[in-house]
T-cell receptor
Framework: QQQVKQSPQSLIVQKGGISIINCAYE??????FPWYQQFPGKGPALLIA?????SEKKEGRFTISFNKSAKQFSLHIMDSQPGDSATYFC???????????????FGKGTKLSVKP | DVKVTQSSRYLVKRTGEKVFLECVQD?????MFWYRQDPGLGLRLIYF???????EKGDIPEGYSVSREKKERFSLILESASTNQTSMYLC?????????????FGNGTRLTVT
């Protein structure tokens, strides 16, 4: 019930291509879905997030697509660049709960390499 | 910009030693967290704290304890380090209990226990 399954574990994309990372969740009560980006030697940082009342959110080259009925969401990186090479984590949580119920549940991460 | 500072970038300790990992945040955030990051296992929550002197267990608290005596500082303690605690440790903070409040992570402490 509390898992977030992320795929693929690693991804190699050519410069200019589209990178797609997928996540699936089980708990239908989750209502907040962020993506975090982690560069080597750094901690993760919030990249983009979505609430389930919208099906898509776009910020620059980064888009989250959300499918509530399938309990899936994905990150699309358009025109991928070598500088996008990083590890990406999806996550989910219960927006309006306090305590441990509201903590983020992270996927296991996807290591993206964008080749020049 | 929020800054979360972890006192050590790399740490090498011997089995059985007591280990302290320190974390300080400079933005008066209510919440602080300790995660460990291992290849293929992602980020796993060890302990978290929503207030001074308050702590709650995360998903993998065994072998660890924490201390939060001041709002800005959250310490992770390995009472008797073991080799299976070799890992990257990440501290994070967030402003409020509202889940939309993003986590701000430090750059991690890579701990090796020999």
């Amino acid at each position: 019930q509390q898992q977030v399954k992320q795929s693929p574990q690693s991804l190699i994309v050519q410069k200019g291509g589209i990178s797609i990372i997928n996540c699936a969740y089980e708990n239908t009560a989750f209502d907040y879905f962020p993506w975090y980006q982690q560069f080597p030697g750094k901690g993760p940082a919030l990249l983009i997030a979505i609430r389930p009342d919208v099906s898509e959110k776009k910020e620059g080259r980064f888009t989250i697509s959300f499918n509530k009925s399938a309990k899936q969401f994905s990150l699309h990186i358009m025109d991928s660049q070598p500088g996008d090479s990083a590890t990406y984590f999806c996550a989910a949580s219960l927006m309006n709960y306090g305590g441990s119920q509201g903590n983020l549940i992270f996927g296991k991460g996807t290591k993206l390499s964008v080749k020049p | 910009d929020v800054k979360v500072t972890q006192s050590s970038r790399y740490l090498v300790k011997r089995t059985g030693e007591k280990v302290f990992l320190e974390c300080v945040q400079d933005m008066d955030h209510e919440n602080m967290f300790w995660y460990r990051q291992d290849p293929g296992l992602g980020l796993r929550l060890i302990y978290f704290s929503y207030d001074v002197k308050m702590k709650e267990k995360g998903d993998i608290p065994e072998g660890y304890s924490v201390s939060r005596e001041k709002k800005e500082r959250f310490s992770l303690i390995l009472e008797s380090a073991s080799t299976n605690q070799t890992s990257m440790y990440l501290c994070a903070s967030s402003l409020t209990r509202t889940r939309g409040s993003p986590l701000h992570f430090g750059n991690g402490t890579r701990l090796t226990v020999t």
